[in-house]
């Protein structure tokens, strides 16, 4: 059976941990994580976004999840929905099966304008309290996802924000999270501290000027209790863009959230850091790689067991460094 996030999250926090949470969309993800939390005896955030759940059909989703926990019955399995716009997806998603959801109330349904904060906290506050009638955790998000070098707002689901934020704007402030977590009642808060989606997230490697740790800091001052979530996490290590560029694929050369950062936030409430880009990278990485290599091959099972592999790897570096490892 699956478990809450909420059981998750706290556990983590008592043994002053995170978990990973990563996104998925098809067998072979679920296969790569699952495969490394059983070899480091580690517990599980699944996390599907719309995008998965138009990609793959909810039953195929909430199948392969049950098959994961039925064939690792020993690793805690939690199935997350990751940005939901409304609360009507919150509410599909729990009536199919998702055992934690995410209401994203920092931008309207529309995915591209800035939503009032009364509104996030209505809409958290709605899905609060249908979501906890059913047994099901809630994450909700304060503050603008982006760029703190050029003001660029968060990109979720293939939208972006149009137009520059201000510093303000883009850094979650401490005490409207103290507010926004007592009237919504939400189990874990994403916080805006500079990160963005996909893979250019900062023009350099970040300092704390344009990755703001600091902020988390002044957030878990006011809120020492309450589980803090950084979204637009993956590192994009260097070998993963080698590895893509090797082969043909285009991408230029970008840095994303070290996990040295990610490691000092994990002492200042951290529980759940969102990787999506590095298993992206790590599959097509692999894919290209091997159809170069091997033109004459048409076994999808030859190209998809390395890439598989090559995800697993990621995910197991993880689990490691956020000491996730050893707590299934
Ligand atoms: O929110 C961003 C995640 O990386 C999910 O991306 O909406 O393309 O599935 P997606
Ligand atoms: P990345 O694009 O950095 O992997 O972020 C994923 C994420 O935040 C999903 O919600
Ligand atoms: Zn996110």
Redesign the pocket.
């Known amino acids: 059976a699956l478990i809450t996030m909420r059981q998750l999250l706290d556990h983590a926090a008592e043994n002053d941990y995170a978990l990973p949470a990563f996104?998925v969309n098809n067998l072979e993800y679920v296969q790569a994580v699952m495969r490394a939390a059983d070899a480091t005896d580690s517990p599980v955030i699944l996390?599907a976004?719309r995008g998965a759940r138009s990609y793959a059909g909810d039953a195929f989703l909430r199948h392969l999840i049950l098959g994961a926990a039925e064939e690792y019955p020993h690793i805690p399995v939690c199935l997350h929905l990751?940005?939901g716009d409304q609360p009507s997806t919150c509410i599909s998603a729990i009536t199919n099966g998702f055992t934690s959801v995410m209401m994203d109330g920092s931008l309207l349904a529309d995915g591209k304008s800035i939503a009032s904060y009364e509104y996030n906290v209505d809409v958290t506050a709605e899905v609060v309290k249908i979501a906890h009638a059913a047994g099901v955790s809630v994450e909700g998000e304060l503050g603008c996802l982006g760029n703190l070098e050029t003001g660029a707002g968060e990109k979720e689901d293939g939208h972006g924000f149009e137009g520059k934020l201000t510093r303000e704007e883009l850094l979650t402030d401490p005490d409207q999270a103290l507010d926004f977590v007592s009237k919504t009642g939400v189990d874990a808060l994403a916080v805006a501290i500079g990160?963005s989606?996909?893979?250019y997230?900062f023009t350099r490697a970040p300092d704390g000027d344009i990755l703001s740790i600091e902020t988390i800091a002044k957030i878990n001052k006011k809120l020492p209790n309450t589980h803090l979530v950084m979204?637009?996490?993956?590192s994009v290590p260097q070998d993963l863009q080698d590895l893509f560029t090797a082969y043909g694929g285009e991408m230029k050369q970008t840095w994303?959230?070290p996990v040295a950062e990610i490691q000092k936030a994990i002492p200042l409430g951290v529980r759940k850091v969102?990787?999506?880009?590095?298993l992206r990278l790590a599959m097509t990485g692999t894919i290209r790689k091997n159809f170069k290599e091997k033109p004459d091959n048409f076994d999808p099972r030859t190209y998809l067991k390395p890439a598989t592999a090559r995800m697993q790897d990621v995910c197991r570096e993880r689990f490691e460094a956020f000491r996730t490892a050893g707590k299934a």
């Not at 979204?231 to 993956?234: E, I, P, V």
């Not at 969102?274 to 590095?278: A, F, K, P, Q, V």
Request: hydrophobic share 15%; no cysteine.
């Open positions: 996104n996390q976004s990751d940005h990160t989606h996909g893979a997230k979204h637009g996490s993956s994303g959230v969102n990787i999506d880009t590095d």
